[in-house]
DNA sequence: CAGCGCATGTAAGATGTTACATGATTCA
DNA sequence: TGAATCATGTAACATCTTACATGCGCTG
């Protein structure tokens, strides 16, 4: 058997959070607004769960009367927010490792100098891309602080630190490599 | 179609960095002792990848002579190591992020800050360890240096940096939730 | 009217985990 | 002799990504 699937729990958690009917479109935009560098979830797997967890009647559908659009609307339910609720309290599962950059470094004596310079560079540079995002919300974030709580402020500031010591440690392996790259030439 | 896999790559990499026949044990035991916390492998994943590269002729397998264990030992082939080459040099896939724990503490109006407490303080804990185990490995690696490759050694230094800057942001987090608990009491 | 963003959905297929099965050797 | 470690392997099953399909409404 795998790993247990959590994209549930993540629909009944915006959906809980929120406290206002969204759609599945509306559930993926939000999670691609916030902690999309710490979790991402594809339309293949919302939309599916979407009917389960109405199945079950952890969330309800309706039908978005205000526009003629295809739009259906679903909130979550006392049961969803029971569900929910439990699955908060349980201790978050070890995630598996995958961290392409570090393993092709770590193999980086069959590779050529040049190519891990090329990776690393590519990767620091998204990295401080994320980091002055979350510092630009946690600014925003600061400002009008009623429309965030103070979990998602931590989140923000998760995504600072964890960007820079990333990109610290990108400029200082690119030193070294910079160097390395010298001397046996 | 799911994202490729890169197992045979990794195994292909111990291979071919080590430069000497080993178990599918062996590599398995590597991989734990050193780039665990960045890369993982299961025994149900590397022991099918071992028959499907000897297969296409990237490894070959010998039977271990020393001892009467059954053991199969295989090494890489030259056409196993221009493959990883080849790998090496492509740009890294982004990694689909997966953290449950701040997914958690996102959701936090959810649940009870108790239990927000409880878990960042067993992952800053397990991120301490790491943190330390990484540092006493860059420790042992500046003594005998001639044993580890620069590029190992760089993973240290990201062991360490991103551990340290885990722990950090979890004590700042602690803090604050500890305070919030008490003024809402 | 073309293109883009909104919006929902399905299918195929590889990936990867867990559990199980088996047996040898070493050490207390 | 029993437990732990070494050692290889298979099966079942859920997960997840990618690609595809479809169509509406708004804007220039």
Do not use: C
């Not at 795998?2 to 599945?24: E, Y």
């Not at 998602?152 to 964890?162: D, E, K, P």
């Amino acid at each position: 058997m795998a790993r247990k699937s959590r994209t549930p729990m993540v629909v009944l958690g915006i959906l809980g959070m929120l406290r206002k009917p969204l759609s599945g479109y509306d559930i993926k935009r939000v999670i691609d607004n916030s902690v999309s560098h710490f979790w991402a979830e594809s339309f293949g797997q919302i939309y599916p769960v979407l009917k389960l967890l109405t199945a079950e009647k952890l969330i309800q559908a309706q039908a978005a009367q205000e526009t003629s659009r295809k739009r259906i609307l679903y909130s979550i339910t006392p049961k969803g927010a029971k569900q929910l609720k439990a699955w908060l309290a349980e201790a978050p599962e070890p995630e598996r490792p995958r961290e392409e950059l570090i393993l092709k470094i770590f193999f980086g004596s069959e590779s050529d100098i040049p190519h891990l310079i090329g990776h690393l560079q590519e990767r620091r540079s998204r990295a401080n891309a994320a980091g002055e995002q979350y510092t630009q919300w946690l600014k925003i974030a600061r400002k009008q602080n009623e429309s965030y709580t103070p979990f998602q402020i931590m989140t923000l500031r998760a995504g600072v630190i964890m960007s820079r010591a990333f990109v610290q440690w990108a400029d200082q392996s690119l030193l070294t490599l910079n160097q390395m790259r010298k001397s046996t030439r």
